[in-house]
């Protein structure tokens, strides 16, 4: 039971509901699907990528950070001994190539070539991000680009987003470059301006991703639920979820403790999941914004056994 209470924690389980929403709700939004029916084969094809990706992030991350983990944070699975550096290390390269099988598994069922091109990409950034870019001026970028691109992965298995679709990946990357930003310092005392500035990235992160479903409904697009001219209450909805949020960022910028900090960060990564469903509402419906909602439950459930940061 410790082994495996090591390896969840090594792997930030409850995280992994996040990605798995990226991928679904990008499916959804880019296939423009309204009844609610099993997805085909190629997408869960495509969701496997998505986790394993993920999980080769979570443990290549800690792999590369043990010496640090030592000093600032001895508790972890790694530092404290309970997982072998080598064995968490081929565990994580093992992760990235069954990201980039399963990917291009999902290229070929859905016969778009695309995915395998995306996950190829999203193994390079997972890659970058925890080899190189983490602890330079870069590193919240090229989490943006991952979690971007994650999004990217379910909606090429779709068939590719369409123009305004686009501001989706590129604001909810911007979102997690911001919540990357914000959770640099977290293991220490925060500085309140960087944590203004990343505050400020995740909030044009949002209008960004929330132009999508103004650019639908001003094309007469959508689901019926959008068409019956809901776009004020799915606006105000994003704007009380947006500012639920950004508010948890103040607290955390007039009080930059480490807890406070940390709080606001799982809160923030939480609420990615919240925010997949709202953005499949409009161009989807009612029945699978739920279904993405659902998503919250294992990171709930997750989060009762290890942490989310």
């Not at 990564?269 to 993405?292: D, F, K, N, Y």
């Amino acid at each position: 039971m410790n082994t495996l209470l090591a390896w969840l924690r090594l792997l930030r389980i409850p995280n992994h509901a996040t990605a798995a929403a990226d991928v679904l709700a990008g499916f959804l939004i880019a296939g423009r699907l309204r009844e609610v029916v099993p997805p085909p084969a190629a997408f869960w094809w495509t969701l496997g990528a998505s986790l394993a990706f993920y999980a080769a992030g979570m443990v290549l991350n800690d792999v590369f950070d043990v010496e640090l983990d030592r000093r600032e944070r001895p508790e972890r699975p790694l530092p404290a001994g309970a997982i072998a550096i080598g064995t968490a290390a081929a565990v994580g390269r093992g992760l990235l190539t069954l990201g980039s099988l399963c990917a291009c598994l999902a290229a070929f069922g859905s016969a778009h070539p695309a995915v395998a091109l995306v996950g190829a990409g999203l193994a390079a950034a997972v890659w970058t991000y925890d080899r190189y870019a983490k602890p330079t001026a870069f590193g919240p970028a090229v989490m943006g680009v991952c979690r971007g691109l994650n999004w990217l992965l379910g909606m090429t298995v779709a068939g590719g987003p369409a123009a305004h679709e686009w501001l989706i990946p590129i604001g909810m990357g911007l979102y997690a470059g911001g919540i990357t930003l914000y959770a640099r310092d977290e293991a220490h005392r925060s500085r309140s301006g960087t944590l203004a500035i990343a505050t400020l990235a995740m909030l044009a992160g949002l209008c960004i991703a929330g132009g999508s479903t103004w650019l639908l409904a001003a094309a007469g697009g959508g689901a019926a639920w959008l068409r019956t001219g809901r776009l004020d209450a799915w606006l105000l909805l994003w704007g009380v979820l947006a500012a639920s949020i950004l508010l948890r960022n103040l607290l955390g910028i007039l009080d930059p403790r480490g807890g406070r900090v940390q709080q606001s960060v799982g809160n923030a990564i939480m609420s990615m999941i919240t925010l997949a469903a709202v953005l499949v509402l409009p161009a989807c419906g009612e029945a699978w914004a739920i279904v993405v909602l659902l998503l919250l439950v294992p990171f709930l459930f997750g989060r009762q056994l290890v942490s989310a940061t």
